[in-house]
């Protein structure tokens, strides 16, 4: 063995990152031996209170600390316009943005038939019963370009037919299989912009 036990399982904890390896890991480790205490301390409860604390919202499904999210909770954003989002990391990423002024709902995942995941697994209800609520509901189905992803706009697609809900999708000019939360500012501001209608 290299490092002490306690360092390799300090080590061994942060390679559970994404995007972490193991010379990352290891930097990581040492740096953390070297902070003061009470930075290590508060970190430590930071990270404890991020697992007690954050929950989803019981509005749109995204993270927060309150029962619901500041997003819904912000009487400026237009309530009839909701982007329909895979998971919470989207939000953030169209939060970052800036441009858009609607408000979200998160799936909590796709369709997948291969993988045993159906509409009744994700959050797909609870849009149904918001959109019945407003007066002209517009959707912005801002799904990954795969398989699971149109396979959910589908879905939805076929719920709302018939109805007076407007459908649109970001552009295409997304990369097949790009994660939103991956994508660039301009990229994601672009297609959102550029949306396409697929029903209204």
Not at 40 to 67: M, N, R
Not at 135 to 162: D, M, R, V
């Amino acid at each position: 063995m290299i490092y002490p036990k306690l360092l390799q399982q300090l080590i061994d904890f942060y390679k559970k990152m994404p995007g972490v390896g193991d010379k990352s890991a290891e930097r990581m480790a040492l740096a953390t031996i070297e902070l003061q205490d009470d930075v290590v301390k508060d970190c430590a409860q930071t990270l404890l209170d991020c697992k007690s604390q954050l929950h989803k919202c019981k509005i749109c499904g995204h993270i927060t600390d309150k029962e619901v999210c500041d997003i819904c909770n912000d009487d400026a954003r237009d309530k009839n316009l909701i982007c329909v989002i895979e998971d919470y990391k989207g939000v953030f990423s169209f939060e970052k943005v800036g441009n858009f002024k609607g408000v979200y709902h998160v799936l909590g995942g796709l369709i997948s038939p291969m993988d045993s995941i159906g509409p009744n697994d994700i959050n797909i209800a609870s849009l149904v019963e918001r959109v019945k609520k407003l007066e002209h509901p517009e959707l912005i189905l801002a799904l990954k370009s795969s398989i699971e992803g149109e396979t959910t706009t589908l879905y939805i697609k076929k719920i709302f037919e018939n109805t007076n809900v407007v459908i649109s999708r970001l552009s295409y000019g997304i990369p097949m299989g790009a994660e939103i939360d991956y994508l660039d500012i301009i990229t994601l501001d672009k297609a959102l912009e550029d949306r396409k209608k697929i029903s209204e």
